[in-house]
């Protein structure tokens, strides 16, 4: 049988990363709290274009009596270590655990992590790698983003010469119902009382004591001299 292929799952070393990356770490001098919030956007964000788990780990082993805690937030699952236990501790525990039904990759820049990491069976991404690659991904979505807005603006175009057709269609095919009646009209029996007919748009009045329609049956040029007999009949222009 083929060997059915793993899927992804990332574990990120929350405060590491934060520590590592200029924005957040200017974010965290003024606020922890909104660099971790931030931090985990953006992790949402990138685990969203590229799928499998992803693990964001924060150390809480300084708090006193903490349980530790998980906690889902949008499609990632991010955890507290209890007290007494780090980051790495947690991570190494985990990669362990997932790598036989996973590919675990872990993104840090802690040197002695990094090592345990690999004797864990796990790939390791420092802190430089990780940003540059959800920059790219970044970059490769906003241009996914501009394609497909570029498409919808060709459907809408689309749509809007279609029904400009269908209007023309439409109006054209009033008008010659127009002068398909307008002709009938003329060729009716007429008898003697006035007649109105809309000729190109103007109401002109034909008054004879002959038949339009017998002039029509009599007249060998058809229609169009039917009623050019007509007007030079009665003197009409």
Not at 70 to 88: G, R, S, W
Not at 119 to 140: D, N, P, T
Not at 203 to 230: E, M
């Amino acid at each position: 049988k083929p060997a059915v292929a793993k899927k992804s799952c990332l574990l990120v070393d929350g405060y590491n990363i934060i520590f590592a990356w200029d924005e957040l770490r200017a974010l965290s001098e003024m606020n922890i709290d909104s660099a971790r919030d931030r931090l985990m956007d953006i992790m949402s964000n990138y685990q969203g274009t590229l799928g499998g788990e992803l693990i964001l780990v924060f150390d809480a082993y300084k708090v006193k009596g903490n349980p530790g805690s998980t906690m889902k937030y949008h499609n990632i699952h991010v955890v507290y270590t209890k007290e007494a236990e780090t980051a790495d501790q947690y991570i190494e525990k985990t990669a362990h655990e997932l790598s036989g039904k996973y590919e675990v990759s872990v993104a840090t820049s802690d040197g002695l992590e990094q090592i345990i990491i690999f004797g864990a069976g796990a790939q390791r991404i420092s802190a430089r790698e990780f940003l540059a690659e959800i920059l790219a991904e970044k970059a490769k979505m906003k241009e996914k983003n501009k394609e497909a807005d570029k498409l919808v603006k060709n459907q809408e175009h689309q749509k809007a010469m279609e029904k400009t057709r269908k209007q023309q269609m439409k109006a054209q095919a009033a008008n010659q119902n127009r002068l398909t009646r307008t002709k009938r009209e003329m060729f009716d029996d007429y008898d003697g009382e006035e007649l109105n007919v809309d000729t190109d748009g103007r109401a002109t009045k034909y008054t004879a004591g002959d038949s339009i329609g017998s002039l029509a049956r009599r007249a060998k040029g058809g229609v169009t001299a039917a009623v050019k007999n007509f007007k030079s009949k009665h003197g009409l222009k």
